[in-house]
């Protein structure tokens, strides 16, 4: 099962591997809707094992630990897996997962573009 693993204790942990884990969960407060989670990260049983880049359960996100090893693919992962904890356990192909994801990146254009241009963006009051 691809979400049959061995999980890594947070002391095993290297300090890069704990710092880039502060980073994603920073972009918690950029995502609708945020439920509270922990990474847990964990690796493969066997070299063989056919396991997934991540996984949530409905309380924690679980992180591949070698996808902690490029930055843009670690949060990919997170905000995918993000996606689907906020969103109460949604499948991929469902469409209350695309309609969070198409939420999530409206919102995040809209508040760089209020940075950048914040005349065209009128504020809500």
């Known amino acids: ?3 049959d693993v061995e999980h890594i204790s947070d002391e095993e942990l290297t300090t890069e591997e704990k710092a880039l884990m502060e980073v994603l969960t920073a972009i918690d407060e950029y995502l609708p809707n ?3 989670s ?3 990260v964990y690796q493969r049983k066997s070299a063989d094992q056919k396991v997934a880049d991540g996984f949530a359960d409905g309380v ?3 992180l591949l630990r070698e996808t902690l090893s490029d930055f843009t693919r670690a949060a990919d992962v997170y905000v995918h897996e993000k996606a689907h904890h906020n969103t109460g356990g ?3 192909a469902s469409s209350n997962f695309r309609n969070y994801l198409t939420f999530a990146l409206g919102r995040m254009a809209l508040d760089q573009l209020k940075k950048v241009r914040p005349d ?3 504020t809500e009051s």
Do not use: F, S
Request: cysteine-free.
């Open 90 to 92: 949604a499948q991929d």
């Open 34 to 36: 945020n439920r509270p």
């Open 60 to 62: 924690n996100i679980h």
């Open 38 to 40: 922990d990474i847990k």
């Open 1 to 3: 099962e691809m979400a």
């Open 120 to 122: 065209l963006v009128k």
